[in-house]
């Protein structure tokens, strides 16, 4: 089992960047796919980003496609969620997420991942 702590959110002005980052513990964080999902108040929680065990394959949400990028530094057991230029409608928790998969492999489900954090807010002013 691994654990996963999330850190780097806060409160920032619209179209102002934020780094999340979330660290592993543990030997086994090359077996996992990585996803990062939000929460949105009265929302369900739902895709952001994902990166492959090896970072050789992401996939990003529509809404976060081309502001958002997820990249993993397996050396330091850590994934990070660059948010730029960012919307008052990304306010949310985020969630860092783990599965055990093969290599390449990425899913965008929030049922697929086996390991969750406990999260993190980003609350983004108008």
Known sequence: QVRLVESGGGLVQA???LRL????SGNTFRTYNMGWFRQRPGKERE???TISRGGTN???????????TVSRGNAKNTVDLQMNNLKPEDTAVY???ARDAPLGDIRAVVSEYEYWGRGTQ???SS
């Open 15 to 17: 179209g102002g960047s």
């Open 21 to 24: 980052s979330c660290a592993a």
């Open 47 to 49: 895709f952001v980003a």
């Open 58 to 68: 992401t996939f990003h949400s529509y809404s976060v496609k081309g502001r958002f």
């Open 95 to 97: 969630y860092c997420a």
């Open 122 to 124: 980003v609350t983004v």
